[in-house]
């Protein structure tokens, strides 16, 4: 039997949830899962107002380049249409933001509501008497859009992965590190240790990974943080050629880490790039790293990409809602 990978799995299983529909006291037969594809959202704005300052302003920020990763795409890919398309096909879309603009409008209003037509949406409408009220709306809150929009993809994945999960892998870690997680069929245990666990999904054309590891407590700085990778990654990840290994890429500005909260885990994320010693392999890594519940250890989820000859946004984010899907 031929293998399907990965990929197909999850379009067959959100494909087999789409056609578990229900039926409404309307006869239409309907269901609450929202589409769109990876990196995808709706842009809702008349044409008359798609003007050279507004495509500029919009875009701008919509796809402004994924960070961390080793060549440029966008943030999202944008499909543009106008208020008077923006019907149920639309409407239904996972990441939505719409523009109104009405001359009789008293005010100017920002709005993101969360599911209200499908699950898991975010919308996002903006409201106001100018084009250039709209505008300035829409940059005031940039930076909770584009948060809103990422963090809904993410959401997307996760809901596709507990779909087609690992139960056993799951229950590995779980045991383990102590640690709740959704790990997507398809992943294997490249290498495990008494603190480390190594998570493989190859194809012919590129491979992504998840590391779990426990290391004695330490201060959660990026140098430590950074220190402790390569420490790992030198002792059990090694490369195609003898003698090879992944560290972080040592690159201005790279890898960029702040303090994260996911659900209630306190931790530092990191977001960079990883390269080979004495290798030309490298590409993008997501990590979350925590002190241990007793205090006493550091626990790290690392995904990382190798895809080079393949964009990597999509990839980047899927090992970056396994990480995040700790519970």
Request: charged content about 25%; overall charge positive.
């Amino acid at each position: 039997m031929k293998k399907i990978s990965y990929l197909a799995l999850v379009i067959l299983g959100i494909s087999l949830i789409s056609c578990h529909q229900r039926s409404g006291n309307s006869g239409i037969k309907v269901d609450n899962f929202s589409t769109g594809k990876a990196g995808e959202m709706i842009l809702a704005i008349d044409t008359a107002y798609w003007s050279t300052s507004a495509m500029k302003t919009i875009y701008g920020v919509l796809q402004q380049p994924q960070p961390a990763i080793n060549q440029i795409e966008p943030m999202f890919d944008v499909i543009r249409c106008s208020n008077t398309d923006y019907k149920a096909s639309f409407m239904r879309h996972r990441n939505i933001v719409q523009f109104d603009y009405n001359p009789n409008y008293a005010g100017n209003t920002y709005e993101l509501s969360r599911n209200p037509v499908a699950n898991p949406q975010v919308v996002i409408k903006i409201r106001g008497n100018s084009q250039d009220s709209c505008l300035a709306l829409f940059r005031e809150h940039q930076d909770e859009i584009v948060k809103s929009l990422y963090d809904n993809d993410i959401a997307r994945l996760q809901n596709a992965h507990r779909k087609l999960n690992n139960a056993v892998i799951e229950k590995k870690i779980k045991e383990k590190f102590g640690l709740t997680m959704t790990v997507p069929d398809g992943y294997f245990v490249g290498r495990e240790e008494p603190d480390f666990l190594w998570l493989c999904f190859r194809t012919p054309k590129n491979d992504r990974f998840v590391m779990i590891y426990k290391s004695p407590r330490y201060e959660l700085t990026k140098e430590n943080i950074i220190d402790e990778r390569n420490r790992i990654t030198k002792a059990y990840i090694q490369g195609a050629v003898a003698g090879a290994y992944p560290v972080v890429a040592d690159i201005e500005g790279f890898p960029i880490a702040q303090n994260r909260q996911i659900r209630y885990h306190n931790g530092m994320e990191m977001r960079g790039l990883w390269a080979s010693v004495r290798d030309k392999m490298g590409g993008p890594f997501y990590s979350f790293t925590q002190v241990s519940p007793d205090s006493t250890a550091c626990l790290t989820i690392d995904g990382f990409v190798y895809a080079p000859q393949e964009e990597k946004r999509d990839y980047l984010r899927e090992v970056e809602s396994i990480v995040k899907s700790i519970q």
